[in-house]
């Protein structure tokens, strides 16, 4: 009975591994649709700049 409750345990937790990825996934594809990957590297580069005093 121990192992069958692991069994369960163990596919739930992959199945909540996989939902989460695919939430992810989802997640990077509207953002690159929607163009925030440009905005996102333009303020890294402008606290980079600050950072070193530019």
């Not at 596919?11 to 440009?38: D, P, Q, T, Y």
Request: a positive charge; hydrophobic letters at 55%.
């Amino acid at each position: 009975m121990k192992q069958a409750e692991n069994k369960a345990c163990r596919k739930n937790i992959i199945f909540i591994r996989c939902l989460l990825i695919a939430a992810a996934v989802a997640l990077i594809a509207v953002g690159v649709i929607m163009g925030e990957h440009s905005v996102v590297l333009q303020k890294a580069v402008s606290i980079c700049f600050e950072c070193i005093g530019i």
